[in-house]
């Protein structure tokens, strides 16, 4: 590299972008903290459909028997009052 007045400033640039890639890899191996889930109670949860609304057609079911929001066993027939249908 030659040496002038740019070389200086260009060392300077590549440090400060090397350690913020080094900040955002490190950042990403530390997951940001479980939010705390649901009562069934508190969502109305019933394990039978409420029309077309049913778990298994909700953005937050995780096959086979779970909720992202809401704790507990969860019927792929269940439903809620969060329900929030898949769009296909």
């Known amino acids: 590299m030659p040496d002038g007045p740019n070389s200086r400033s260009m060392g300077i640039f590549r440090r400060s ?39 298994d057609k909700c953005i937050q079911f995780q096959p086979p028997d779970a909720c992202k929001v809401v704790e507990g066993t969860i019927s792929p027939q269940g439903s809620c009052r969060i329900f929030i249908p898949i769009r296909a």
């Open 17 to 55: 972008l090397l350690q913020g890639a080094a900040g955002i890899i490190a950042a990403g191996s530390h997951p940001a903290p479980a939010k705390p889930k649901i009562s069934k109670i508190a969502v109305n949860y019933q394990d039978h459909p409420d029309g077309n609304k049913r778990c």
